[in-house]
């Protein structure tokens, strides 16, 4: 993400990340460990890993283009 770590906007951009590449409200995803680090643990209510990895890895389209 692009936001700096300062008062954790960071963090909060992750999570606004992480929602929409999962789909699923940024409320359903909490940072479980490393907030204060470029490594974190997070967990995102109501998806599997094996879910969340494969939302993660498939291409959105963006801008209604091919691709």
């Known amino acids: 993400v692009a936001a700096p770590p300062i008062g954790g906007a960071a963090n909060d951009e992750l999570v606004r990340f992480l929602a929409e590449w999962c789909a699923v409200?940024?409320?359903s995803i909490s940072i479980h460990a490393g907030a204060k680090s470029r490594l974190k643990r997070?967990?995102?209510k109501s998806l599997t890993a094996e879910a969340v990895l494969a939302r993660l890895v498939m291409p959105k389209r963006r801008g209604g283009g091919k691709g």
Request: net charge neutral; charged share 0%.
């Open 42 to 44: 997070v967990i995102i």
């Open 25 to 27: 409200p940024p409320g």
